[in-house]
């Protein structure tokens, strides 16, 4: 193996000083864009990669932010986790990805690696509520929490509008003329408002409130044998409810999936059952993830603005780690309906 590549090197390949490659890599300091620009290219042409573990040494910190979050079963987590790594670049930092499978006890499983894999601070994305009134919180390190579960004032929380979204999407379909609009996603035994309405967190809870209060709003009630909890967040979860919905029911006019990977399983099921989309039944997702749009029809999906989401969940991390020490925040993202060829609500 060849001799790791240095500063030094660079310096000479560039024909600048130390100095001057040391504040490209560490984004300081001024000078001109094309000896930025030399610097950069020297890097890339001779493949240097910053030292973490030397500066680590020097600066008591690896520059490196972790990422706990469930296994990459369903679209959604490699595309945050993506994101993710691409704002952490922007702060010159690094991201470490650990994952824990969805059918242990959610976040805890992966908490105990945290501590072996050497990041400056964690992004904790949990898919269920809390123990302990949100003990797996209280850590070493810095955390940031993602997710819609109540971070009980113990770690900086970055969220979604899941009521709006869902509320203000069910609505578009429902002052189109649209009644049979059948939910898949819905947490397990909620048969009535009562059960449901005064739920504070969940992903499930918190979007099928939003369906209920559309009708709601309008005068309407639910036909709350059209809301479906689904046992997996998955295509195959999808798959199966779509089957389950129309063995035992009437079709429905359209279907909202709380999430993607159900949407991709549904339109699949239902075109498997000559079932036309949008014609016959109009369909609409959760997420916005990029198999969305290549999808057969493309699917319309509500985007939560992933961008924004972990951009701030980097950004405020850094800020803890690199010393901010004030009261826990809370920040929710905005959204977009994103129309796309499997609804017709543009006629």
């Not at 699917?299 to 803890?320: E, G």
Request: charged share 20%.
């Amino acid at each position: 193996m060849g001799s790791r590549v240095t500063i030094k090197d660079v310096a000479k390949a560039a024909d600048v000083s130390i100095k001057t490659v040391s504040n490209v890599i560490n984004n300081t300091g001024r000078m001109r864009p094309d000896t930025r620009q030399r610097v950069e290219g020297a890097m890339r042409q001779l493949g240097y990669t910053v030292n973490l573990s030397a500066r680590a040494i020097r600066s008591g910190g690896t520059r490196l932010i972790g990422l706990n979050i469930f296994d990459f079963s369903q679209p959604f987590a490699p595309y945050l986790a993506d994101k993710v790594i691409d704002f952490a670049k922007e702060r010159q930092y690094g991201v470490i990805i650990n994952t824990y499978g969805s059918d242990g006890t959610g976040l805890a499983d992966g908490i105990e690696e945290t501590y072996r894999l050497g990041a400056d601070g964690w992004i904790f994305f949990t898919e269920r509520a809390l123990v302990d009134d949100g003990a797996a919180l209280e850590q070493p390190y810095p955390v940031v929490m993602a997710g819609d579960y109540l971070s009980y004032g113990k770690s900086d929380l970055v969220t979604m509008p899941n009521v709006s979204a869902v509320q203000q999407t069910v609505g578009r379909l429902l002052d189109t003329g649209v009644r049979a609009i059948a939910l898949l996603g819905a947490p397990p035994g909620i048969t009535d408002w009562d059960s449901l309405k005064s739920q504070k967190e969940g992903t499930q809870e918190l979007r099928t409130q939003g369906y209920v209060r559309a009708f709601k709003e309008r005068g309407l009630d639910v036909d709350w044998r059209y809301v479906i909890p689904v046992h997996g967040w998955n295509q195959h979860g999808g798959v199966q409810s779509t089957a389950a919905m129309l063995d035992s029911l009437p079709c429905p006019e359209a279907v909202v999936c709380l999430n993607d990977a159900m949407a991709l399983g549904a339109v699949h099921e239902l075109q498997r059952r000559g079932l036309r989309v949008p014609q016959d039944v109009q369909l609409i997702g959760f997420d916005n993830v990029p198999e969305a749009e290549y999808s057969v029809p493309a699917l319309t999906t509500i985007d939560p603005h992933i961008d924004d989401y972990a951009k701030h969940a980097v950004d405020i991390l850094i800020d803890r780690i690199e010393g901010y020490s004030g009261p826990a925040r809370t920040y929710t993202t905005d959204f977009t309906l994103v129309e796309r060829a499997s609804t017709r609500l543009a006629h």
